[in-house]
Antibody, heavy 120, light 108 residues
Framework: QVQLQESGPGLVKTSETLSLTCAIS????????WNWIRQSPGKGLEWIGQ???????DYNPSLKSRVAISVDASKTHFSLKLSSVTAADTAIYYC??????????????WGQGTLVTVSS | EFVLTQSPGTLSLSPGERATLSCRAS???????LAWYQQKPGQAPRLLIY???NRATGIPDRFSGSGSGTDFTLTISRLEPEDFAVYYC?????????FGQGTKVEIK
């Protein structure tokens, strides 16, 4: 059973860039889509975006201008960058595996999540 | 953006009782695009149901899903102590994928 693990700074300053990485335990991107999802008390669960094994991306329009998701060259990790952060970006960030389809998606498994706080 | 509205917000039940959770969509879509998750405090969500009615690997058969169009239901036939948690529905009929706001199933 594949396991996912998020890593990155727990505190980011206002206006800077949030950067997180998700490690895939079996080291294989495979043919799946790989997602970032966040959860905050105010907005509940919010899908941030996904990247396919071929590198194509799809982002939530509400964040699209500030988000970039990428896969590393070894295809054992994928990353999230969110620029120009504000306090509204404070949340638990999860990485999750999607499906092999671009057109239907559920998330399984999820990483344990990492709390990122944005503060000046 | 497809909006999912879950009801009730909180369901107070006793172990052994039946739980019926509702997820209503702002627009109609095929059942293939609907999933349900369970989240316990301090944990990530866990996939329960995909394609509206298919149990994920390892999910007990007391969990069942149904529905189509705009109305979907998650049923827990007999609540076990470990089932008290928050449940979310999620759609992938239209990007951006969205989640409902959750239903908390609490011990009465």
């Amino acid at each position: 059973q594949v396991q996912l693990q998020e890593s990155g700074p727990g505190l980011v300053k206002t206006s800077e860039t949030l950067s997180l990485t998700c490690a895939i335990s079996d080291g294989s991107i495979g043919n799946y889509h790989w997602n970032w999802i966040r959860q905050s008390p105010g907005k509940g669960l919010e899908w941030i975006g996904q990247i396919s094994a071929s590198g194509s991306t799809d982002y939530n329009p509400s964040l699209k201008s500030r988000v970039a998701i990428s896969v590393d060259a070894s295809k054992t990790h994928f990353s999230l960058k969110l620029s120009s952060v504000t306090a509204a970006d404070t949340a638990i960030y999860y990485c999750a595996r999607g499906t092999t389809s671009h057109y239907v998606s559920w998330f399984d498994p999820w990483g344990q999540g990492t709390l990122v706080t944005v503060s000046s | 953006e497809f909006v999912l509205t879950q009801s009730p917000g909180t369901l107070s039940l006793s172990p052994g009782e039946r739980a019926t959770l509702s997820c209503r969509a702002s627009q109609s879509f095929s059942d293939v695009y609907l999933a349900w998750y369970q989240q316990k405090p301090g944990q990530a969500p866990r996939l329960l149901i995909y394609g509206a009615s298919n149990r994920a690997t390892g999910i007990p058969d007391r969990f069942s899903g149904s529905g189509s169009g705009t109305d979907f239901t998650l049923t827990i036939s007999r609540l076990e102590p470990e089932d008290f948690a928050v449940y979310y529905c999620q759609q992938s009929a239209s990007s951006p994928w969205t989640f409902g706001q959750g239903t908390k199933v609490e011990i009465k």
